[in-house]
Structures are given as structure tokens and as C-alpha cells.
């Protein structure tokens, strides 16, 4: 039974991931007004959200490059992989919530973690659920200590929301551990939230790949194949 939950897990999770993230931003922007109500300012959330969302279609986007005669090569970005997203004793709901939003539009699973406001948590993952998205993609996680979840196994990248000093003691932590090297993705700004409006922030969330394609065995250029003879 176990084998049998981890490998469906990690189905639901790929299934999130190749979606794309135009599909993606259907669910959540379904879930964005109610969620928006979590955060205290729900028309300053909804412009939050709404800019984040906007997004999606520039995600999706694949780009031809130079590459070798006879085959395609396509560069494009996928979602890094296990995400956790942390809310600090600083955090503000809007913060935390446009990290876990851009998390879930990259493509990425979510772990969320903010003891601070456990009911919002447990809230705000109720109204993605009923949007659709399964919790194999979305978990909440603050019945454990935070330092314990940054040891979680091939965890990618860290989203965590609060000041400078809580941050840093996260990027420590994170500096400790062992395995693959986990990227943090701070916001520190909880009146302006500036880090979410930059043009490279949902590009953190994401890891690049090419895809190579042999147009020449697929019936390109014929003619290449007569060099060799």
C-alpha cells in the first residue's frame, strides 16, 4: 500500500506539473477572490493575484534556438520539483499566499507551512482543494517544526515569507543540509510585497529545459541522409 501511495503521488504530482500553466492559472483562478478574503485587504490581494495569474501564458512559452542541422532544440521552463512554502511570525496572509499561488502556477508540489496562522492555512488549502487540486499537489504541514520539514527529502526550493532575520535563519538551516541544493525564494516587503512584482519572480519558481527533436529522422531535410553515402 505504501509503494502503491508514492507512486500515485508522484503520477498526480507530474500530471499537476505537464498541465501547463495556462491550464494551472483555470484552477486558481477560480480559488483567487476567496482566497483573497484570507488576507485582511481582499481588492489588494485580488490585483496581487491577478498579476501573478497574468503570467501564465508567458510560462507556457517555448523558445527555438540555434542548434545542430537536422535537429530542434526548444527551450522551455517545468516546475523545480518539491516546494515548501513558509510563512514566518512576520508574515502577513497576503504574503504567504501570492508565494503559494506562484508555487502552484509553476507547476511545482507544495508543502505549506505557517504555525503562525494555522487556521488560514487550513483554509486556504480547503478552497484550493474544492478548485480542483488534489492534495497530493497541496499539503499543510504545521503540526511539525520547521527545522525538521527543511530536511525533507529532494526538497527543491523554499518560498518563505517574513524579515530579514527569519529568512536568514532559514537559508542556515537550509545551508546544513545534505543532497541536492535547495534555492530560497524570499519576500521580505510585507507592505509593498516589490519582490512579487519584479519580472524575474515566477522565473525562481522554475528550472530551465531544452527539448531536442531529430527533424532529420522524422522527415526533414531527405537530402542530409545522403551525405554519408
Known amino acids: 500500500m505504501v509503494t502503491e ?19 494551472r492559472a483555470t484552477y486558481l483562478q477560480e480559488a483567487a477572490p476567496r482566497l483573497a478574503l484570507l488576507t485582511g485587504d481582499a481588492n489588494k490581494a485580488k490585483r496581487l493575484f491577478n498579476h501573478l495569474l497574468s503570467a501564465a501564458p508567458m510560462l507556457d512559452e517555448e523558445h527555438r534556438m540555434t542548434g545542430a542541422t537536422g535537429e530542434s532544440n526548444d527551450l522551455y521552463v517545468t516546475g523545480r520539483g518539491k516546494t515548501m512554502v513558509v510563512g514566518g511570525e512576520s508574515a502577513r496572509a497576503m504574503a504567504v499566499l501570492g508565494q503559494l499561488l506562484a508555487a502552484l502556477l509553476t507547476g511545482n508540489e507544495v508543502i505549506l507551512h ?5 487556521e488560514m492555512c487550513i483554509e486556504a488549502a480547503k478552497i484550493l482543494y474544492e478548485s480542483g487540486i488534489s492534495d497530493d499537489v497541496l499539503s499543510v504541514a504545521n503540526d511539525s517544526q520547521t527545522v ?50 519584479t519580472p524575474d519572480y515566477l522565473y525562481r519558481f522554475v528550472t530551465e529545459r531544452v527539448k531536442t527533436i531529430n527533424t532529420t529522422a522524422i522527415g526533414g531535410n531527405a537530402s542530409l541522409l545522403e551525405l554519408g553515402t
Open 148 to 197: 525538521t520539514l527543511l530536511y525533507i527529502d529532494r526538497l527543491a526550493q523554499v518560498a518563505v515569507s517574513g524579515n530579514r532575520k527569519e529568512v536568514q535563519a532559514v537559508s542556515q538551516e537550509l545551508a546544513k543540509t545534505d543532497g541536492m541544493l535547495t534555492q530560497v525564494i524570499s519576500v521580505t516587503d510585507m507592505d509593498g510585497l516589490s519582490e512579487m512584482l
Open 5 to 23: 501511495f508514492k507512486k500515485n503521488h508522484g503520477q498526480v504530482c507530474e500530471t499537476w506539473r505537464l498541465l501547463g500553466a495556462v491550464n
Open 114 to 118: 505557517c504555525p503562525s496562522q494555522d
